[in-house]
């Protein structure tokens, strides 16, 4: 922490009286230095972190702090109040302030030692010995860890990931409590702590946790996710653990991780200021068995999604490079999606009002009139192209998010839009997105001077990323993907009888594989890429009608065979399939996900047999959509409407009879009675448990 604290950056005679003159006169010192580039705009920064939550803590700490584009380099400055400040804790004023101003743009490792900081304020002997210090330079050098008493903790503060001794070592930390029926093992339980700013508060709460564990003769094993990155917990310690504590100011990345065990979810102080109760009361949870459900699986393009972004469910740094891609894609269309089912509703709308040749009527500034039908229709025709122009450049820029994070954001955005002007289409915006994420990646490699990681990610990495991607896209491979793209357009112009039919089998096996999956979200992507035209073709608007089509019929047909034969199904089961019958007539294909959990080697394969009929008998009829979403409530915009629900009703016949089949013949469990035999119900005893099939 040489770089970070020096004697000029103490003082132990600090005379403020309220927390803003405090962050003001420790300020003033980082200014002299040269740390701060502007005082007022720093100071600015302090106080909106403050505003987010008091930096008060327990023990007479303060600890204000910020990243701020007006910080040269990270830097710490320290004062001691002999009166004491109120930073808002709920013990009372804080005689110890440590001023934190960390860059925009500040690396890991200078975040990294900053966190060692935050866990050396929650060891006693680290905060006596600076309060009995006698000159400016011992107190830095203690800080820096060049005493003793700041050496005092046993933590690796190196990882992200904190291990204590005793889980690391692989020894009990307490004798096992026969009169409670506790196991030999101690308990064990994994944290996840995180706060806004991700610099102090997310690493003190994991050393709280960690102390209160040793105390109490629990293993904790933390996962800090803070600004320095974070490294996820093992799965096999998550597996082995007894309970899970979520200590957070922010969502917690991945969070169904942890799903099916005790859980107790708080903010970051509690942890700080409590641990031993968090510790005692997810050890309760367990001892009643309470314990947390999984979360929706998937997020389809035609269903809801998850609380996590693409990004929080990446995977681990572990992961080959095509699970990465695959999730850098699922980001882009995860985004891409909104603007899609928002953009083109409002198109169909404003078709169903006006007619076909809407898309001809002048611009709505130049000419509306409040009682006529046909400006309302021209006013959400022309909202919703304005909707649809984003459709690509979203998909580039979060593909390029998923990659690179923030930073991505700005050359993804460039690089979409390009791909518009260009006629590249969607396979540009793919290449951009791509393209976009490589290129940032590679500049935050290269190391930077202190004195301009401050501009790093607001002026530097957007110049130079957005440079070289709009020279790539503009010269280098704009036009063979531009020539790509009509290719494909016009090979999909040109399908007709058996190869339309056979597409659109394939689509509907793709939608109906994983409900609301990868494989799902590709289908439905290439399909809404057909018709983010003004005027899309007659060949892309029947792609558009098998996909949507055969995403409806999973949940239908579980709805269908949960009325037909409720005696194979369990309570829950029969109870869903009254959901599932709205959800399938509003195209949500996850509708059908907790009969698939429960009995995958029958619905999965039943749903994908279906949705091929319904694809194959939907481009056969030559149904046309250009609603990207909708269900059954789009129907009047849809062409040979009669016909494309023939198709959607054979799908959920021939997906229902083959589930009730193939249901129908499995072994019941001993002691079961038979379907139908007015005993207990067949599949209740284990929902999802794989049984055997009569041969």
């Not at 593909?399 to 002007?421: C, E, K, N, Q």
């Not at 058996?498 to 109906?512: D, F, K, R």
């Not at 399938?584 to 619905?603: N, Q, T």
């Amino acid at each position: 922490m040489s770089e970070m604290i020096t004697a000029d950056l103490v003082d132990l005679d600090l005379s403020a009286d309220t927390k803003e003159a405090a962050a003001r006169a420790l300020a003033e010192r980082m200014v002299a230095l040269g740390r701060v580039t502007d005082l007022e705009g720093f100071l600015a920064d302090v106080a909106a972190r403050e505003a987010q939550m008091p930096t008060g803590l327990d023990g007479g700490i303060g600890i204000p702090h910020c990243r701020s584009e007006h910080v040269t380099e990270p830097t710490l400055a320290f004062g001691r109040s002999a009166a004491g400040i109120d930073f808002g804790a709920a013990d009372g004023p804080a005689d110890l302030i440590f001023l934190i101003a960390a860059p925009a743009g500040a690396d890991d490792a200078h975040l990294t030692i900053l966190s060692s900081l935050a866990r050396q304020l929650m060891n006693s002997e680290f905060t006596d010995a600076l309060r009995s210090v006698g000159a400016a330079t011992a107190a830095a050098a203690l800080i820096r860890g060049e005493e003793p008493a700041a050496t005092a903790t046993t933590e690796d503060t190196e990882d992200s990931v904190a291990v204590p001794a005793a889980a690391s070592a692989g020894t009990a930390t307490g004798s096992p409590d026969e009169a409670s029926g506790e196991p030999e093992r101690p308990f064990r339980v994994v944290a996840v702590t995180s706060c806004p700013t991700g610099i102090a508060h997310t690493y003190m709460a994991a050393e709280a946790l960690e102390n209160a564990g040793r105390e109490a003769g629990v293993e904790v094993v933390v996962e800090t996710q803070g600004s320095a990155g974070f490294t996820r917990l093992d799965p096999a310690v998550i597996e082995a653990a007894d309970g899970v504590i979520f200590a957070h100011d922010v969502p917690v990345r991945d969070k169904d991780r942890f799903a099916g065990k005790p859980t107790v979810d708080t903010g970051v102080k509690a942890a700080i200021n409590r641990p031993g109760e968090l510790i005692g009361e997810v050890r309760g949870k367990a001892a009643r068995g309470e314990v947390t459900a999984a979360g929706a699986a998937g997020d389809g393009g035609a269903g809801s999604s998850s609380g996590a972004t693409p990004v929080e469910r990446g995977g681990g740094s572990g992961d080959g490079y095509g699970t990465k891609l695959r999730v850098w894609l699922m980001s882009g269309v995860s985004y891409m999606v909104p603007f899609v089912a928002a953009g083109g509703l409002l198109i169909a709308l404003g078709f169903a009002i006006g007619g076909y040749e809407i898309n001809k009527a002048p611009s709505v500034m130049d000419h509306f009139v409040w009682s006529q039908a046909d400006s309302w229709a021209a006013l959400l025709f022309q909202i919703g192209g304005v909707a649809f122009a984003f459709l690509v450049p979203v998909l580039a820029g979060y593909i390029a998010y998923g990659m690179a994070d923030r930073p991505g954001l700005v050359p993804g955005f460039v690089g979409g839009s390009i791909a518009l002007t260009i006629n590249a289409g969607f396979l540009g915006g793919l290449a951009a997105g791509l393209i976009s994420g490589a290129v940032v990646m590679a500049i935050q490699r290269i190391r930077i001077p202190a004195a301009l990681r401050g501009i790093m990610p607001v002026v530097v990495i957007p110049l130079i990323s957005s440079a070289v991607v709009g020279f790539l896209m503009f010269v280098v491979i704009g036009k063979p993907i531009a020539s790509a793209q009509k290719a494909m357009t016009d090979w999909l112009s040109g399908l007709s009888g058996a190869n339309a039919v056979l597409l659109g089998a394939l689509l509907g096996l793709m939608m109906c594989f994983d409900l609301g999956g990868p494989v799902n979200k590709v289908a439905y992507a290439f399909a809404t890429a057909g018709i983010a035209v003004t005027d899309p073709s007659d060949s892309a608007m029947k792609i558009m009608a098998a996909v949507m089509a055969a995403g409806m019929v999973p949940p239908l047909a579980m709805a269908l065979a949960t009325t037909v034969r409720g005696k194979l199904f369990n309570a829950a089961e029969r109870e869903n399939g009254k959901a599932a019958w709205v959800l399938g007539a509003s195209f949500i294909s996850e509708g059908a996900i907790p009969f698939a959990a429960a009995d995958p080697l029958r619905v999965i394969p039943s749903s994908m047999v279906g949705g091929a009929v319904t694809g194959a008998l939907s481009m056969a009829f030559g149904a046309t959509l250009r609603a990207p979403h909708g269900g059954i409530f789009v129907v009047p915009l849809i062409g040979n409407p009669l016909l494309y629900l023939v198709a959607i009703a054979a799908g959920v016949c021939v997906t229902t009879a083959l589930v009730l089949v193939l249901k129908g013949l499995r072994k019941p469990a001993s002691g079961a009675a038979a379907p139908g035999t007015g005993g207990a119900d067949p599949s209740a005893s284990a929902p999802g448990a794989k049984q055997p099939v009569a041969a």
